[in-house]
């Protein structure tokens, strides 16, 4: 895994960078569509390395660039309402669906 410190970030225009990395790696990052060329950051919604590389390049700060779904609210929200349990199976009434077939 690459560290922020064996990239060096090089400024296009605006909030563009091109992302050089000692192993040879070159890398697009756009700050303002929170998209890498290596799709991490558009996979998992947290920057990476490269697009942390651009971050602190511009002196922001990387959590500002993190997806509002790793928010304290909306974890709050993803709980907001209860899971209820279910009864045992023995307490389960008889349906007049025909069951299930295994793939």
Do not use: C, F
């Given at each position: 895994m690459e560290k922020v410190s064996d990239c060096i970030p090089i400024?296009?225009?605006?909030?563009?960078?091109?992302i050089r990395c000692f192993d040879g790696g070159q890398y697009t990052v756009?700050?303002?569509?929170f998209t890498c060329t290596c799709r991490a950051w558009q996979?998992?919604?947290i920057p990476c390395t490269h697009a942390l590389c651009a971050i602190l390049g511009?002196?922001?700060d990387p959590e500002d660039f993190v997806h509002e779904?790793?928010?304290?609210d909306?974890?709050?929200e993803?709980?907001?309402?209860?899971?209820?349990?279910?009864?045992?199976?023995?307490?389960?009434?008889?349906?007049?669906?025909?069951?299930?077939?295994p793939p």
């Open positions: 400024k296009s225009i605006d909030i563009h960078y091109q756009d700050l303002r569509n996979l998992s919604g511009e002196s922001l779904y790793y928010s304290v909306m974890y709050k993803s709980y907001r309402y209860p899971i209820y349990g279910i009864s045992y199976e023995a307490l389960w009434g008889e349906t007049l669906y025909i069951p299930p077939l």
